[in-house]
């Protein structure tokens, strides 16, 4: 078992001995998620499938955020944020924007990028190191903007 794994299920476990709802909730169903994958690949998941799986959750919870807010539902935006916020306890510390400048630096390098036929290539070193840490959309942009 990952060790992301084995941290959400004692998560799980301290949160129905708190009875957080919320954190129980979003737990299970971050757990329900994990294992939706594993049974339709028929694979284990490892800690870096499992960031990516996090990583999606977060992104989906922003979108429906947004779309909340515009449709004037501050309540469901509210749950929403609750459950991102314990998504992002799961996953390691944000990159900062230095260090996410660098790291497109150096891929940029790396890859010998000229245009933005390369962009590919620059996304393809760039997204393993960043994974989990760094909203992958903003990166995308900022790549458009160096290339």
């Known amino acids: 078992m990952s060790d992301l794994k084995a ?49 999606k959750m977060v992104k989906q919870r922003r979108d429906s955020i947004t779309q909340y807010e515009a449709a004037e539902r501050p309540e469901l935006a509210d749950k929403e944020q609750q459950e991102l916020e314990v998504i992002k306890t799961f996953l390691p510390q944000p990159l900062s924007d230095a260090e996410i400048t660098q790291i497109v630096d150096d891929a940029i390098a790396e890859s010998g990028a000229s245009s933005m036929q390369d962009m590919g290539k620059v996304m393809a070193i760039v997204k393993p190191q960043v994974q989990g840490r760094a909203d992958i959309g903003k990166i995308s942009g900022l790549v458009k903007q160096k290339l």
């Open 7 to 55: 941290t959400l299920t004692e998560q799980m476990k301290d949160a129905m001995r708190a009875k957080d709802k919320v954190r129980l909730g979003t737990i299970r169903l971050i757990q329900a998620e994990i294992k939706r994958i594993e049974v339709d690949e028929r694979i284990e998941l490892d800690d870096d499938r499992i960031l990516t799986v996090l990583d």
